[in-house]
T-cell receptor, first 114, second 116 residues
């Protein structure tokens, strides 16, 4: 158990809908990362927050947004869902930015868009 | 942009034997970090081992060790005394040490099967 929690574990929805994925980082970790794992794109970085502020953006679609709240939990919002958004979405957390700080991954949320 | 290449989609090893998984990367940075993550059938991403680029000594964690060749931009993972529980997808990952962010850039993975 990495200490990172993600809810829900599974999500099945229809095209055009909107969903919210939730992540609670390890106790004390200030940085949260979101990654998408799909068959065709592999593991891709989406976005990073550090202590409530957006730190870095990757290949995140405009239909996707995220935020980190004062209690440091984070939510990833996916809207106007398409079939191609079906994937495993991981949240990871780390304590700080510098050095070899390890990112610890949550169990992921499996999103299926029908 | 940095890229990570894992040229072996699948590997197989006999239980108790040794196997080496390959990883190469492309970067113009001198300060960076390299990681191997394991993804078993449960899909959880588990850190196996990490290496700082400024360290010449290869990292070791129990049965897992790396061969880090900075000039060749190579970072292979050696698993000794393979166990059935080692069967998983293994991902090599790169993280910049500079101002370009803290994201991990992953390779495409190597699926390791362990034969009993």
């Amino acid at each position: 158990d990495s200490g990172v929690t993600q809810t829900p574990k599974h999500l099945i929805t229809a095209t055009g809908q909107r969903v919210t994925l939730r992540c609670s980082p390890r106790s004390g970790d200030l940085s949260v990362y979101w990654y998408q794992q799909s068959l065709d794109q592999g593991l891709q970085f989406l976005i990073q927050y550090y202590n409530g502020e957006e730190r870095a953006k990757g290949n995140i679609l405009e239909r996707f947004s995220a935020q980190q709240f004062p209690d440091l939990h984070s939510e990833l919002n996916l809207s106007s869902l398409e079939l191609g958004d079906s994937a495993l979405y991981f949240c990871a957390s780390s304590l700080e930015l510098a050095g070899v700080d390890t990112q610890y991954f949550g169990p992921g949320t499996r999103l299926t868009v029908l | 942009a940095q890229t990570v290449t894992q040229s072996q989609p699948e590997m197989s090893v006999q239980e108790a034997e040794t196997v080496t998984l390959s990883c190469t990367y492309d970067t113009s940075e001198s300060d960076y970090y390299l990681f191997w993550y394991k993804q078993p059938p449960s899909r959880q991403m588990i850190l196996v081992i990490r290496q700082e680029a400024y360290k010449q000594q290869n990292a070791t964690e129990n049965r897992f060790s790396v061969n880090f060749q900075k000039a060749a931009k190579s970072f292979s993972l050696k698993i000794s005394d393979s166990q059935l529980g080692d069967a998983a997808m293994y991902f090599c990952a790169y993280r910049s040490g500079g101002s370009s962010g803290d994201k991990l850039t992953f390779g495409t993975g190597t699926r390791l099967a362990v034969r009993p």
